[in-house]
T-cell receptor, first 113, second 111 residues
Framework: DAGVIQSPRHEVTEMGQEVTLRCKPI?????LFWYRQTMMRGLELLIY????????DSGMPEDRFSAKMPNASFSTLKIQPSEPRDSAVYFC???????????FGSGTRLTVV | SQQGEEDPQALSIQEGENATMNCSYK?????LQWYRQNSGRGLVHLIL?????REKHSGRLRVTLDTSKKSSSLLITASRAADTASYFC???????????FGDGTTLTVKP
């Protein structure tokens, strides 16, 4: 089992550019979560999916953020246009309805300059 | 707002000592989880304790849960330098399987 796979590991982009983060959850997990981690705000839940359906996106900061899960093995988090305050580490995690805890990916470190 | 809050924010001990971290939460929960995060890495799930459980062990880890006080503790016995990391609690309070994380305790174990 390769675990939760996120790409890219690092992304540096200019303000105003579109950024797409990708996640491949663990096969068989029916929940997928996108988190953002910063020193100031800690770990914030942005959005989560159950069975590919978005359940709660109340943590998405603004309309510039969008997330999709077209199938059980792939999800994207898109920021368009990106801003310097979006700089953070973005984690994807998958789980089985919380029964055994979540498995986190290694994260994408995003820097918007 | 964050459901779980860890205490202390930072803890520094010598190798071989025990480390205790606490987590308090506000609403009824289905389960509570503890995670470890090494610097620059993702979170790693350590242990899950259900609301009807009071204590759980895994190796050098011992987790207790007191639902009447809405609190949990994580004890790491005989700590090692490799235990240096941030530790987070997360609570699952609903039916949708969503867990809410606290701000974490940063543990430093000095060799």
């Amino acid at each position: 089992d390769a675990g939760v796979i996120q790409s890219p590991r690092h992304e540096v982009t200019e303000m105003g550019q579109e950024v797409t983060l990708r996640c491949k959850p663990i096969s068989g997990h029916n929940s997928l979560f996108w988190y953002r981690q910063t020193m100031m705000r800690g770990l914030e839940l942005l959005i989560y999916f159950n069975n590919n359906v978005p359940i709660d996106d109340s943590g998405m900061p603004e309309d510039r953020f969008s997330a999709k899960m077209p199938n059980a093995s792939f999800s994207t988090l898109k920021i368009q246009p990106s801003e310097p305050r979006d700089s953070a580490v973005y984690f994807c995690a998958s789980g089985d309805r919380g029964r055994k805890g979540y498995t986190f990916g290694s994260g994408t470190r995003l820097t918007v300059v | 707002s964050q459901q779980g809050e860890e205490d202390p924010q930072a803890l520094s001990i010598q190798e071989g000592e025990n480390a205790t971290m606490n987590c308090s939460y506000k609403t009824s929960i289905n389960n509570l989880q503890w995670y470890r995060q090494n610097s620059g890495r993702g979170l790693v799930h350590l242990i899950l304790i259900r609301s009807n459980e009071r204590e759980k062990h895994s190796g050098r880890l011992r987790v207790t849960l007191d639902t009447s006080k809405k609190s949990s503790s994580l004890l790491i016995t005989a700590s090692r330098a490799a235990d240096t990391a941030s530790y987070f609690c997360a609570t699952d309070a609903g039916n949708a399987g969503k867990s809410t994380f606290g701000d974490g305790t940063t543990l430093t174990v000095k060799p």
